[in-house]
């Protein structure tokens, strides 16, 4: 499998009121064109790597090294942030424009990445007109319309009800599975177990902070995923013990 | 004919220098606010410096700054530049507050989004932070530019001892006829300086309020609409074509440090060179006024207090009117506006006969003065953000158990009023300092009205052309508000939020 990303040995501490916060302890990742998912407990530093990757925040130590030449990344963030006064097209255009892409080209390139999340019809609305999980939908419109090698999601579905999320999920795992969009690998930060089963490759399982990575999981089940198929529930019992390891 | 001629030159210069003066204004708020609200070390150093700015009298600062860019700059254009200067001083504190507040409050995960997605400074310009400050600078400008009317005359007309700078402008012609005791002159002046302030309120200020605050605002919009479009075209266009020059240039909105350093270096030399002329060699002049200060200071005090209770309880009772029908609070608001841009020269003059007729009069106008420094504040401040801020559910509670009168001012409408009511007055307390030196000491056309204080005080000193006693009792006074400011009001603050603000 090709390599997409080396994460090697990445160390972070925060100072938070003279006292010395270690989140980041060593963490080493190799990722190849798949979908990565890093499970952890609250407060344990997932979002901190997950920056890091996306050059957010800088490491004390350690190096992020991309294997492919285009680099772009996209970033699906835990709540959509998306501009209230932009509309739904303007606000997916965005990056695209202040990279320097004329406006109707950034525009053309926008609509497409709506069309693929179901959203051509509200390009002219404002984010306030939406449901919660239609900004969602903007939100990953926007973070494929960059047209990324990776994509990052910082628990994308965390802010959701459980019926949208459900559909979100596997509306997300289509595009990934089909190939439509640019993207080469994903790296989705979760804390729930049974989200990262059902949808990924890989699961990195981190220590509660200071991070150290505790195991790598395959998951070998085959797609579309049953939750109650006992393949997956004997999986997820051993995610359990490794988290409280 | 030559005098309406005459008055139509002298108002689109006027109106030129308040337009100017409001560009200025606009463009430093929008840099400065937004650059205090993204760096750490620029808010630590510029926030408490605005602060001090915000609320302590220009007007005494004023001849100073004006002798210094007179003599830096040859010719009319120094002046013109001065008077431009005063009047955004009198514009730009409360905007760059709007700006660095709105910006503040921005959900941090924007940023995040911007750093991501590689947004350049002039992206992050045109597609956040200027959209994001977009309500707080029209509510600001609404209350602005009626205090850049206040001090405009101020600004055309200056003298400092032997030293008069005049302005060919509306302000100056007003007082000019007056003194020449050509009646007509100054009452059409007076007509047309209003003509004019109603006319940029109804033709812009209201609409763009309608537009993007929804307030009930009386206006038309036409003339509106075509400037909006006009500015959205040309800024849109703008932000197209910067936006790709950064993307192509890499960045290169940023000057280089040697080039800063040698620009402030230029600044610095530009200021000392000006300021030769003015050695403070007669500090020895200060001296005695500067003695009588705190006993002028004891005058002042009472009148300022009784301009804050006046204000507070007019402001609170007329914005109660407001709140209960939509059309008291168009016709207030609108009359607000033009009472509230009648620059503060203006009413001595105006009032010349009540000041001359009665024992009282003089003191009745000084407070008319006063209270145009400052009524102006409380009031916007409620109209504009304080009624906004009477929640819905809480005058429905208030229908549903019949609470009226009284009882509802007590327990529903002032509460819900008390964070944007103590902001308008601490603004009040600046302005009526500030409103103090042209209410307690006017001299027209040969008549001076003295009813001593404070303000009285530096008027006299700017009058005898004193410049290190002007300098001394300004700064004193500054000192003295900064300290009421740091003590009283700070608690008073923090009272109020902790009592009264959210949940």
């Known amino acids: ?245 | 004919m030559l005098l309406l001629q005459e008055l139509l030159i002298a108002t689109a210069l006027s109106l030129a220098r308040m337009f100017s003066a409001y560009i200025i204004s606009l463009l430093l708020a929008i840099s400065v606010g937004s650059w205090m609200a993204r760096s750490r070390a620029v808010e630590s150093l510029l926030l408490p410096v605005l602060d001090v700015l915000q609320s302590i009298p220009i007007l005494g600062f004023f001849p100073a700054a004006l002798l210094l860019l007179a003599r830096l700059l040859p010719g009319g254009l120094g002046l013109e530049l001065a008077a431009v200067f005063l009047i955004v001083t009198s514009l730009v504190w409360n905007m760059i507050f709007g700006v660095y507040t709105s910006l503040k409050a921005l959900d941090p995960s924007v940023y995040d989004m911007a750093e991501v997605y590689r947004l350049g400074p002039a992206a992050r310009f045109f597609f956040i932070y200027v959209p994001a400050c977009r309500e707080s600078i029209i509510a600001n400008s609404l209350v602005s530019w009626a205090g850049g009317w206040f001090f405009l005359t101020s600004a055309e007309v200056l003298s400092l001892g032997e030293e008069e700078y005049r302005l060919r402008g509306i302000g100056s012609l007003i007082l000019d006829s007056f003194s020449r005791e050509d009646l007509a002159g100054f009452y059409s002046g007076v007509a047309v300086l209003l003509a004019a302030i109603l006319a940029t309120y109804l033709l812009l200020w209201n609409p763009a309020s309608v537009t993007v605050l929804r307030l009930p605002l009386p206006g038309v919009p036409a003339v509106f609409e075509v400037v909006k479009s006009a500015v959205g075209y040309a800024w849109g266009g703008l932000a197209q074509v910067l936006t790709s020059l950064e993307v192509k240039l890499g960045v290169v909105f940023r000057l280089p440090r040697p080039i800063k350093a040698a620009l402030l270096l230029l600044a610095a030399a530009a200021v000392a060179y000006s300021a030769r002329g003015l050695s403070l060699e007669p500090l020895r002049e200060a001296a005695p006024v500067l003695s009588s200060f705190p006993l002028e200071l004891a005058k002042s005090l009472p009148r300022v207090g009784l301009v804050l209770l006046l204000s507070l309880g007019l402001s609170v009772v007329i914005a109660y009117f407001a709140h209960l029908s939509r059309g008291v609070s168009m016709a207030v608001s609108m009359a607000g506006e033009v009472l509230a841009s009648i620059p503060a020269v203006v009413w001595w003059p105006l009032l010349s006969n009540l000041a001359l007729s009665h024992p009282l009069g003089p003191s009745i106008v000084m407070l008319i003065v006063y209270l145009q420094g400052a009524f102006w504040y409380v009031y916007f401040n409620l109209i504009v953000y304080g009624l906004a801020s009477v929640r819905k559910d809480l005058d429905e509670l208030a229908t549903v158990y019949r609470v009226r009168g009284l009882p509802y001012l007590r327990y529903v409408f002032v509460p819900s009023l008390l964070p944007s009511l103590a902001t308008g007055l601490l603004s009040a307390w600046g302005g009526s300092w500030n409103a103090s030196i042209v209410a307690e000491y006017v001299d027209m056309g040969g008549r001076t009205f003295d009813m001593q204080g404070v303000g009285s005080l530096i008027s006299k000193a700017a009058a005898q052309g004193n410049v290190a006693a002007l300098l001394a009792t300004s700064l004193a006074l500054s000192l003295f508000i900064v300290l009421v400011n740091k003590t009283l009001w700070v608690r008073l603050f923090r009272f109020i939020e902790r009592r009264y603000g959210g949940e």
């Not at chain 1, 390139?109 to 939406?130: M, T």
């Open chain 1, 1 to 245: 499998m090709p390599k997409v990303l080396t994460i090697s040995n990445l160390r972070k501490t925060f100072i938070e009121d003279k006292r010395v916060l270690e989140v980041l302890a060593g963490i080493s990742l190799e990722v190849g064109e798949e979908f990565i998912s890093i499970l952890g407990p609250s407060g344990c530093g997932k979002t901190t790597l997950l920056r890091i990757i996306a050059g957010l925040e800088k490491a004390d130590s350690g190096e992020v090294v991309f294997h492919t030449p285009d680099k772009r990344v996209g970033f699906v963030f835990q709540s959509p942030t998306l501009l209230p006064w932009l509309t739904v097209l303007e606000n997916v255009a965005l990056p695209l424009r202040a990279s320097g892409v004329r406006r109707d080209e950034a525009y053309e390139k926008a609509r497409k990445y709506l069309s693929l999340v179901g959203l051509r019809a509200f390009e002219d609305f404002y984010p306030r007109e939406l449901s919660g999980g239609m900004k969602q939908r903007v939100n990953i419109a926007r973070a494929l319309a960059v047209e990324p090698t990776l994509l990052l999601m910082d628990e994308p579905f965390s802010q959701l009800d459980p019926l949208t999320a459900e559909s979100l999920r596997s509306e997300v795992l289509d595009l990934w599975l089909y190939g439509v969009t640019t993207v080469r690998a994903v790296i989705m930060v979760t804390h729930n177990v049974d989200e990262a089963i059902l949808m990924s490759d890989r699961i990195v399982v981190l220590s509660p902070r200071p991070a150290k990575v505790n195991g790598i999981i395959e998951v070998n089940l085959p797609r579309p995923r049953d939750r109650r198929s006992p393949e997956f529930q004997k999986l997820e019992d051993r995610i359990y013990e490794l988290i409280s390891a």
